[in-house]
């Protein structure tokens, strides 16, 4: 019998003795910053992802002091907003107003007179340490985030991999060791199961907990991980007379790094206990199938649709080195214990064990038709 490429342990049939073991799920420390490899580079420029921008990561670095930022409530956020030498400030803010040019639109710099630097904040809190930029635009007020970032390998696959095989497309560009991305917008997950899940009615409930076996599943099947509540957002809609959610990562780091399974399914952290809960009171185990089915079904026909280039990024994972050899040794050979697919075990690093995951999950699931499946 085959067996399925996700059949562990279902999201219902966890319970409070599973839950615990979430306390020992842990990431590993301090996670290197893979350099771009001559491959992925031209992949990038062939997709226009790779374009040369007026400022570099380092640049920012060279900040004279900072404050700490504070939300409304008067906590640390963990972000300091950093200020520079007057001399280089005006020169820092115009290479940043460029680059949102440049990220938005086509360089054009007719709009620079109106548009204004209204912070820069910087996070020593995890692997990427970023600099979030505030562009405003001075006519109309609005306002528009990105981020600035030290390119690494890992994250560069996994944001080519969101915008490929989710339902949502991101922009970012890359040149040389610096990564601009752009702000993904929601409600922080920590935030909104803290504040807003206990006033949600039961139909909300259930849509919400939909959404997180469909995430759970997606991060999964391309190996996403760290997805602890504060690494996604929720996103809130209003359509007609409800609200629909929708659940997206916003950090990837973690892409095909790790070698403990567990850790690319958001379900075995402590920190989403809440959403697990949720799930187990509001959908029966039939749905929670079908929901799974339906996510892999829908990420085979999307691996369709971009054929041609996940082929070509796929290409560059498996000539590059974006993990250890002990944690692709232990990743491949839990994989393998679950499908017994021999590909998992010859696997000589993540990007092997990527394309066998996609290639296990198209042959499994390319004939099923989600249209036919009961919501």
Request: hydrophobic share 35%; proline share 3%.
């Amino acid at each position: 019998m085959c067996l399925d490429f996700v059949t562990s342990i279902s999201i219902k049939a966890l319970n409070l003795n599973k839950i615990k073991t979430m306390q020992d799920l842990k990431i590993s420390k301090r996670k290197p910053s893979f350099p771009i490899s001559p491959k992925l580079d031209r992949y990038l420029s062939k997709y226009n992802r790779n374009i040369k921008i007026p400022i570099f990561y380092d640049d920012l670095l060279r900040f004279q002091g900072s404050i700490v930022v504070y939300d409304k409530d008067d906590k640390d956020t963990l972000w300091i907003r950093v200020y520079y030498n007057e001399y280089e400030r005006a020169e820092i803010e115009y290479a940043l107003k460029k680059v949102y040019t440049i990220f938005h639109s086509d360089g054009n710099e007719n709009i620079l007179p109106f548009l204004t630097v209204d912070g820069i904040d910087f996070c020593t809190f995890g692997n990427s340490k970023p600099f979030r930029i505030k562009i405003r635009n001075v006519l109309n007020d609005n306002s528009t985030y990105f981020y600035v970032k030290t390119a690494d390998a890992s994250r560069i696959y996994g944001l080519e991999l969101e915008h490929m095989l989710s339902p949502y497309n991101l922009n970012f560009l890359v040149y040389e060791n610096t990564l601009i991305e752009e702000h993904i917008a929601g409600i922080p997950g920590d935030e909104f199961i803290k504040n807003m899940l206990p006033n949600c009615n039961k139909s909300e409930k259930s849509k919400i907990a939909k959404e997180f076996v469909k995430f759970n599943e997606r991060c999964m099947v391309r190996l996403l991980g760290d997805m602890r509540s504060y690494n996604y957002v929720i996103v809130p809609t209003h359509d007609f007379d409800k609200v629909v959610y929708k659940i997206r990562a916003i950090d990837f780091d973690q892409q095909s790094y790790e070698g403990k399974f567990n850790i690319y399914r958001p379900q075995y952290f402590k920190e989403n206990y809440e959403m697990v809960q949720l799930v187990t009171n509001s959908i029966q185990k039939l749905s929670i199938d079908q929901y799974k089915t339906e996510e892999r079904s829908i990420v085979v026909k999307r691996l369709k649709s971009f054929y041609n280039r996940v082929g070509r990024l796929i290409e560059c994972m498996t000539t590059d080195e974006i993990s250890s050899k002990e944690y692709v040794n232990q990743l491949k050979m839990t994989i393998f214990e679950y499908t017994h697919d021999l590909n998992f075990k010859k696997s000589k690093n993540m990007g092997d064990i990527l394309k066998y995951s996609l290639e296990f999950l198209t042959r499994n699931y390319e004939n099923v038709n989600p249209a036919n499946l009961r919501h």
